[in-house]
């Protein structure tokens, strides 16, 4: 399947304070992350949307990953479930950290609820802050990939918090005809 992929960056923190959080809903740090924990909220948020490429990741993969130092998820929760999450990853170069956003969404029972927004305000914040919980040098970019095969907002919401396009790559990939779902990307079976 071709494949549009866009990398979108920020070189200036925003200014002003992120939108709350509607009533009844929740923003919290994770103190620490679980390999398994990582592996759901990856499926959860990403089945619908053909995310596909860590489902085969072993548990050793998965937890390389999340040991790089300065590694925040930030899970949003609101009715007793986890309703998306933030998962930002440093990286230092030059003497300057370079935050990727990792990975970003809402669960398919959140979508359309307007929460994507706030969500990633506060994951852009929460990116910039990050020398302020780790031990890494100011941060000199906030960035992201997304792609065609991501939810139809995702461009305009990244779009929408002054993050800029940077790069456009089209490439073939090997993907699923359709989109798993959240519970075969969990571990369900068919």
């Known amino acids: 399947m071709r494949v549009t992929t866009w990398t979108l960056d920020m070189r200036e923190p925003p200014t002003g304070a992120a939108r709350p959080l509607p009533a009844g809903v929740r923003l919290e740090r994770a103190a620490s ?52 999450y933030t998962h930002l990853q440093p990286l230092v170069v030059d003497g300057a950290t370079r935050v990727e956003i990792r990975y970003f969404g809402v669960a398919e029972q959140a979508i359309g609820r307007g929460l994507g927004g706030p ?13 302020e919980r780790a031990d890494l040098p100011a941060v000199q970019r906030v960035w992201v990939h997304t792609c065609s095969l991501d939810g139809p907002a995702a461009l305009a919401n990244y779009q929408a918090r002054s993050l800029v396009i940077r790069a456009t790559e089209v490439t073939d990939e090997a993907v699923p005809d359709a989109p798993l779902g959240a519970w075969i990307s969990t571990g369900g079976t068919a």
């Open 119 to 131: 969500l990633l305000e506060h994951a852009i914040r929460a990116a910039w802050t990050l020398p």
């Open 33 to 84: 992350m679980t390999p398994e924990y990582a592996r759901f909220l990856y499926g959860l948020v990403g089945g619908p949307w053909r995310w596909v490429d860590r489902l085969a990741w072993s548990r050793r993969e998965w937890s390389d990953d999340l040991e790089v130092p300065g590694t925040e998820f930030r899970i949003l929760y609101g009715e007793g479930l986890p309703l998306g």
